[in-house]
T-cell receptor
Framework: DVKVTQSSRYLVKRTGEKVFLECVQD?????MFWYRQDPGLGLRLIYF???????EKGDIPEGYSVSREKKERFSLILESASTNQTSMYLC???????????FGQGTRLTVV | DAKTTQPPSMDCAEGRAANLPCNHS???????VYWYRQIHSQGPQYIIHGLKNNETNEMASLIITEDRKSSTLILPHATLRDTAVYYCIVRVGYGNKLVFGAGTILRVKS
């Protein structure tokens, strides 16, 4: 089975801190995604990557950056965390040409 | 990618068929319809997809209207474990971007 693993299930950070959310997949997928999920808004795409060192902005990239140095790992970075970035963050991966995307369990980030 | 419209919530009796509608009136000829669901505290899970023909797998059936402007996901015998948020998505073939809307909360009740 494909496994997408996010480094933390719950995270509490202070305003202004630099925050790293890590995601690792074990099936050699080219494409990886970061979403945030908020009540009533569904999943919103922050960034995605279709290859190592390649990235594209999603619908809400402001306040975030990403890093993809290795194929299996996709990191989401909050340069200076703010309270409005309190949310559930979901990572996904997908093989190019495949129909199904696989999601991690999510990281619930609280910024205080 | 075309935008989708789904009802915010629906209820279904256990053992009955659950029919979840989705409108995608601006869908293009090369865009597929995908359905995912998200059970509480888990990441979304792929259910089914289709282009213009009806599709069926072990989880569900997908009915797409002839003009492709709407579709219906059918769970033939809903169980309590099918209670989840169901997302209808349209996107180009195997394009990279996967954009989710707000989805439909399906509550299956005994």
């Amino acid at each position: 089975d494909v496994k997408v693993t996010q480094s933390s299930r719950y995270l509490v950070k202070r305003t202004g801190e630099k925050v790293f959310l890590e995601c690792v997949q074990d099936m050699d997928h080219e494409n990886m995604f970061w979403y945030r999920q908020d009540p009533g808004l569904g999943l919103r795409l922050i960034y995605f990557s279709y290859d190592v060192k390649m990235k594209e902005k999603g619908d809400i990239p402001e306040g975030y950056s990403v890093s993809r140095e290795k194929k299996e790992r996709f990191s989401l970075i909050l340069e200076s965390a703010s309270t409005n970035q309190t949310s559930m963050y979901l990572c996904a991966s997908r093989l190019t040409g495949a129909t199904e995307a696989f999601f991690g369990q999510g990281t619930r980030l609280t910024v205080v | 990618d075309a935008k989708t419209t789904q009802p915010p919530s629906m209820d279904c009796a256990e053992g009955r068929a659950a029919n979840l509608p989705c409108n995608h009136s601006t869908i293009s000829g090369n865009e597929y319809v995908y359905w995912y669901r998200q059970i509480h505290s888990q990441g979304p899970q792929y259910i089914i997809h289709g282009l213009k023909n009806n599709e069926t797998n072990e989880m569900a059936s997908l009915i797409i209207t002839e003009d492709r402007k709407s579709s219906t996901l059918i769970l033939p015998h809903a169980t309590l474990r099918d209670t989840a948020v169901y997302y209808c998505i349209v996107r180009v073939g195997y394009g990279n971007k996967l954009v989710f809307g707000a989805g439909t909360i399906l509550r299956v009740k005994s």
